[in-house]
């Protein structure tokens, strides 16, 4: 049985910054894609940021750019996002998911992905 849980989440500052932790277990990730995704009070799911496991190429939506890392870390099982510069906007719950296939990470579309965990809540202050 696949589980993702994801960790880290919190209140800051704006500016501040936030390590969000996705722990895998039940699912191999070899080859296939994970990602990060956020949704807001009233506002639709958004991807954030993908990671294809082969080959570890990175995807990241224009309003994060330079500001989130994705990466993982295979030998822990676990899928991280680095958020830096945080905005209000950001203020979220943040959910990790993960793809059976990986056909198309640039796109950051939740249809893509299979299992999903529960979320964590970011919350960042002006």
């Known amino acids: 049985q696949v589980q993702l849980v994801e960790s880290g989440g919190g209140s800051v500052q704006a500016g501040g910054s936030l390590r969000l932790s996705c722990a895998v277990s039940?699912?191999?990730?070899?080859?296939?894609?994970m990602a990060w995704f956020r949704q807001a009070p009233g506002k639709e799911r958004e991807g954030v940021a993908a990671?294809?496991?082969?080959?570890?190429?990175?995807y990241y939506a224009d309003s994060v750019k330079g500001r989130f890392t994705i990466s993982q870390d295979n030998a822990k099982n676990t899928l991280y996002l680095q958020m830096n510069s945080l905005k209000p906007d950001d203020t979220a719950m943040y959910y990790c998911?993960?793809?059976?296939?990986?056909?198309?990470?640039?796109?950051?579309?939740?249809?893509?992905?299979?299992?999903w965990g529960q979320g964590t809540q970011v919350t960042v202050s002006s």
């Open positions: 998911a993960a793809a059976l296939r990986c056909s198309r990470p640039w796109a950051l579309l939740d249809i893509d992905y299979n299992y």
């Open positions: 039940g699912y191999t990730y070899s080859s296939t894609c």
């Open positions: 990671v294809y496991s082969r080959g570890g190429n990175t």
